[in-house]
């Protein structure tokens, strides 16, 4: 016995697996009561209680001060994509609509014909404005002999 020499690791190992042991068994013996079932639900009751009030708490402070909670957050979120989806879904049907117009030979045809009827009424306006024009000139030499008469005074006519 004295070749052997005492190795504290392995003491302290050998302390160790039977404390292990030990309290393993009586942990599960524990663990496997009705009691033990019991306690734990009335534990976890009371974190829920301090979590509700806390929740509610902090929901009340957050109502006083106007600021938006978490649950007010999460549902314009919800509102946001929602609307982004809306969005997203007439731009692509916009996008059809417009591929499906651009593609028609009809279409393309009427759109031609009618920026030559919007030329042809151009032109016609062009003429009708130059018409109205020359009118106005003759209107304006016609009018000015007659001012001239207006603005002459009357001549006395001698009687004897």
């Given at each position: ?24 068994k ?52 919800t ?22 117009l ?59």
């Open positions: 016995m004295i070749d052997q020499k005492f190795d504290p690791l392995q003491a302290w190992k050998e302390a160790y697996e039977q404390t292990e042991t030990f309290w393993g009586a942990l599960n013996e524990t663990i496997k009561t009705e009691e033990y079932s019991a306690w734990m639900g009335s534990v976890l009751d009371l974190n829920l209680f301090y979590q509700k009030m806390l929740n509610d708490a902090t929901k009340g402070y957050l109502e006083k001060v106007n600021m938006p909670t978490q649950d007010d957050i999460a549902r314009v979120a509102l946001v994509i929602n609307l982004e989806n809306k969005v997203d879904n007439i731009e692509e049907f916009l996008e059809e609509k417009a591929d499906s651009g593609q028609s030979p009809t279409l393309k045809r009427d759109v031609t014909k009618v920026k030559q009827d919007i030329c042809t009424l151009e032109d016609k306006v062009d003429k009708i404005l130059e018409l109205l024009e020359k009118q106005n000139e003759v209107l304006a030499k016609l009018q000015e002999p007659a001012k001239e008469v207006a603005k002459a005074p009357l001549k006395p006519e001698n009687k004897k």
